[in-house]
């Protein structure tokens, strides 16, 4: 079993080998990182627990950056989960963001960064959570590795079967509007797991900060294949 932050210098080493995940410029002017942390006034103020607010919220953010396009998350202490009993149904509150955010217009088309077949998909209707979510397995060099796209829309899941092949680049889905997509503002949540750990069309998006080393080596920086100037590698 190879060790998954080997993984981290794999995707490094092929970073020119991967097609754009979104149907938009991630370098762009018009993209800018958000902030979800309990520094984001805003958020504070904001009933999280009513979507078209927290859908206001967001776009309120991005016109104050003259931003179209948000971007952000890995690893980011997040407050925001609070808003859902799915994340905090344990002792510990989950607050730790394992993916990168593309905060983007419902409908924006999703692609394959690389030639890839499907692993498995669900929808994960809880509130709060992936709602409609796909995720496709990869190899580079031998190793497999997975990518985990969610918040779809619920047609993006039809007619879909594991081991369905994608070429590289083409396209797998369409970002969700709310409440279809699990209940949040439109966005994509794209995630890098080095191993599936046996589950199937979910994964843990979401941590507790005593996890933060496992999920760290198990979910490398999603940005490694995004390539977006404006998120750190």
């Not at 210098?9 to 970073?15: D, F, G, K, W």
């Not at 409908?107 to 394959?112: L, P």
């Not at 797991?193 to 999603?222: I, R």
Request: charged letters at 15%; glycine letters at 8%; hydrophobic letters at 40%.
């Amino acid at each position: 079993m190879h060790q998954p932050h080997h993984l981290s210098a794999i995707l490094s080493r092929h970073s020119r080998a991967f097609a754009p995940v979104l149907d938009t410029d991630l370098n762009a002017g018009n993209v800018c990182l958000l902030d979800f942390t309990a520094a984001n006034k805003l958020l504070q103020q904001t009933d999280l627990q009513n979507t078209t607010a927290f859908d206001a919220a967001v776009q309120q953010m991005l016109q104050a950056r003259k931003a179209t396009v948000g971007v952000g998350g890995y690893l980011e202490d997040r407050f925001i989960y609070r808003r859902s009993q799915h994340f905090n149904a344990v002792s510990q509150s989950r607050n730790l963001h394992l993916g990168v955010d593309v905060w983007i217009e419902a409908g924006t088309a999703v692609f394959s960064p690389l030639e890839g077949t499907v692993h498995s998909f669900a929808d994960n209707n809880n509130f709060g959570d992936y709602g409609p979510t796909i995720i496709l397995q990869h190899q580079l060099e031998g190793v497999p590795f997975y990518t985990l796209y969610g918040h779809l829309t619920s047609a993006s899941l039809q007619g879909l079967q594991e081991g369905q092949a994608f070429a590289k680049g083409a396209k797998i889905a369409e970002v969700g509007p709310y409440p279809e997509n699990g209940n949040w503002p439109p966005h994509l949540h794209f995630q890098v797991m080095a191993a599936m750990e046996g589950k199937k069309g979910d994964f843990p998006g979401v941590a507790t900060t005593a996890e933060k080393a496992k999920y760290q080596s198990l979910c490398p920086n999603p940005n490694l294949i995004l390539q977006c100037r404006h998120l750190p590698l």
